[in-house]
């Protein structure tokens, strides 16, 4: 390892410590409700108030906390060098989250979650492939 990978691992587990504060831990328990299946329930909501509530909250913070995620997880480790793996723990990430929300009773387990969560892991994949094909090779990454 090297001080840069020591950053990344530093950078992701801000990043891990923020989306576990702001989904399950900054929570208190209070919120009963029956879990949502159905892909998509809360996207209709959010384009019927975006007039009065624009683009923001849930639909594009769900995809903004993930962001950074999918970014780090190939500059800590080559084995997430690969999109489909960094996406399938984004996945994993996610269920995790939303099981712990419902059965903590501090936030509702939404499919419309993990899918904006994996948009938001996927996006983050790309920007770091756009940041290794810019930086031409001097992108320091695992331990490189």
Same mark, same amino acid.
């Given at each position: ?7 990344? &691992? ?39 108030? &975006? ?63 993990? &899918? ?16 290794? &094909? ?11």
């Amino acid at each position: 390892m090297n001080k840069k990978q020591d950053l990344w &691992i530093v950078a992701l587990g801000i990043n891990v410590g923020i989306i576990l504060w702001l989904t399950i831990l900054g929570r208190t328990s209070k919120v009963l409700g029956n879990p949502y299946f159905q892909p998509f329930h809360g996207f209709s909501s959010a384009v019927n108030n &975006i007039k009065r509530d624009g683009l923001r909250g849930n639909f594009l913070g769900n995809i903004a906390l993930f962001v950074p995620f999918g970014v780090l997880l190939p500059l800590v480790d080559d084995w997430f060098d690969k999109w489909k793996r960094t996406v399938l723990i984004g996945f994993v990430f996610s269920v995790t989250i939303e099981f712990v929300q419902y059965i903590t009773c501090r936030g509702y387990f939404e499919i419309d979650d993990i &899918i904006l969560n994996l948009i938001g892991t996927g996006l983050g994949f790309v920007v770091f492939q756009l940041l290794r &094909i810019t930086s031409k090779g001097k992108l320091d990454t695992y331990g490189s």
